[in-house]
């Protein structure tokens, strides 16, 4: 069986370093690894739209960010399919067929659909495409026979339900569609990045992001503020390291490196944390190296990304042609899935003398 990624964006404005660590690094990492046969990355408009309808300016304009974004890190549109999700209208019919496989009650029950509709206010009034998207994420990933998909914790429940309906539909119509595997960060760091202020989640809407395509001074102001421990008032007092959002990107980032190069009188971040626990460590100290780390890793991209801003016709370019060879894909696999649930019609050469036969 080929081995194949499906994962992606929703185009709802430019792509921060909690995107970066909990998914694009390491996109770009098994993009380099040849262990796949194939890798498709996906701007998702049409789940952009679910909750953002009244807005498609903002999902129109945010389509070429992301992939700005995704270019600024990496992404090889020659090893990799980037494509837009509109633009392969399969993916609509694949998910109006796997609703039948679905429950209302089990959507109600998916933690990651809970939590964001309680985030964006919909309890009282839930947009039905919204409310579905699940089945929509289900269909983005088998159209393309997904091996693999790599996604941050908070999607392993997205996952298990493309999982269920994979199996519901290979159990009612035959083996015809590949239950996908999820792959989660290899960092534990990077499996849930805080927002600058100590929110729980970095977050576009609640304003507390570093995003990929910030200056050297914003992403400096933005660190050099950041939320500490609010009880490390002067530099003796011991401080807490433990849910401290300045340790916590230390280690989704600092590499033993970056210790001999910015901050050569420690060993280590252990040894970091440690003289923090104990007090004597100020937090300003600590937020400047956290920058030097941060903008050793943001140059390369904010330098690729600015090259392709020159060039804005070769993006679209770029994207028109993935999705073109990704609606290619995707239509093979919903003739596959057609047929298995037997409403291909007139592809169905013995249903046609069946019924010749019937009627002599």
């Known amino acids: 069986m080929s081995k194949i990624i ?21 996109r770009v990492k098994l993009q380099n690894s040849g262990e796949f046969d194939s890798i498709y990355i996906m701007i998702a408009d049409a789940q952009a739209l679910t909750d953002n309808a009244d807005n498609p300016e903002k999902v129109r304009q945010n ?26 209208p399969q993916l609509t019919e694949l998910s109006f067929y796997y609703m039948n496989l679905v429950t209302v009650s089990r959507l109600q029950r998916n933690p990651t659909v809970k939590a964001e509709i309680q985030m964006r206010n919909f309890e009282a009034s839930i947009p039905v495409g919204f409310f579905t998207y699940p089945i929509s ?14 996604v941050g914790e908070d999607q392993m429940p997205m996952l298990e339900q493309t999982r269920e309906i994979v199996h519901k539909f290979n159990s009612v119509y035959g083996e015809t569609l590949v239950e996908p595997q999820i792959l989660l960060p290899d960092n534990k760091a990077c499996l849930r990045l805080p927002g600058t202020d100590g929110k729980a989640k970095m977050s576009k809407s609640l304003g507390n992001c570093i995003y990929l395509a910030d200056t050297e001074e914003e992403v400096r102001k933005k660190i050099m503020s950041m939320f500490t421990d609010p009880n490390h008032i002067r530099v003796e007092d011991p401080g807490c390291v433990e849910g401290n959002p300045v340790f916590i990107y230390l280690d989704a980032f600092s590499r033993p490196e970056h210790f001999a190069e910015f901050l050569p009188e420690y060993a280590g971040l252990d040894e970091l944390k440690e003289h923090y626990r104990r007090g004597g460590l100020g ?12 903008q050793s890793e943001l140059a390369p991209i904010r330098e690729r990304r600015k090259k392709w801003e020159k060039d804005i016709p070769a993006v679209y370019e770029i994207l ?16 596959d899935v057609r047929s298995a649930m037997k409403i291909n019609y007139f592809d169905d050469g013995a249903l046609i003398k069946e019924q010749i036969e019937k009627y002599k």
Do not use: W
């Open 283 to 294: 937090d300003v100290k600590v937020k400047k190296f956290l920058n030097n780390v941060m």
């Open 137 to 150: 994420q289900a269909a983005d990933i088998t159209a393309f026979k997904a091996t693999t998909v790599p």
């Open 6 to 26: 499906l994962t992606g964006d929703r185009p709802t404005g430019r792509l921060h370093v909690g995107h970066y660590v909990g998914s694009l690094k390491r």
């Open 320 to 335: 028109r042609e993935g999705s073109q060879k990704a609606e290619a894909v995707a239509a093979q696999t919903l003739a």
């Open 63 to 88: 389509i070429v960010e992301v992939a700005l974004d995704y270019l600024g890190c990496g992404l090889d549109p020659a090893k990799s399919t980037l494509f837009i999700q509109s633009m392969v």
